[in-house]
Nanobody, 126 residues
Framework: QVQLVESGGGLVQAGGSLRLSCAASGRTFSSYAMGWFRQAPGKEREFLATITRSYGITYYADSVKGRFTISRENNKNTVYLQMNSLKPEDTAVYYC???????????????????WGQGTQVTVSS
């Protein structure tokens, strides 16, 4: 497994932007498909975005498509989530996750992921 640490959360006004980072430990980061999820109080963990281990193929949930962008830098063992046009309903704890995968394999479901970070709070005020 890989250890993951998220950062970059905080309080932002509606319409604003934040960039979340997720730093991974270990030398095998490039072996993992990476994903971002969020969980609001009283709700299930929700898939947001995923990126393949190679070639940077991405896939997004409809709720964030066009507003959020996932990217990765394998030489820095880091995955990012750029969040624009934030809305109050985006308020949640955001998690990154890693899943061992083939080079162009996408991972969408919560159960597809083996390793999780501790989460970072994002609060969007109206």
């Amino acid at each position: 497994q890989v250890q993951l640490v998220e950062s970059g959360g905080g309080l932002v006004q509606a319409g604003g932007s934040l960039r979340l980072s997720c730093a991974a430990s270990g030398r095998t980061f490039s072996s993992y498909a990476m994903g971002w999820f969020r969980q609001a109080p009283g709700k299930e963990r929700e898939f947001l975005a995923t990126i393949t281990r190679s070639y940077g193929i991405t896939y997004y949930a409809d709720s964030v498509k066009g507003r959020f962008t996932i990217s990765r830098e394998n030489n820095k063992n880091t995955v990012y989530l750029q969040m624009n046009s934030l809305k109050p309903e985006d308020t949640a704890v955001y998690y990154c996750a890693a899943s061992a995968a083939y080079p162009t394999e996408l991972r969408v479901g919560v159960r597809s992921y083996d390793s999780w970070g501790q989460g970072t709070q994002v609060t969007v005020s109206s």
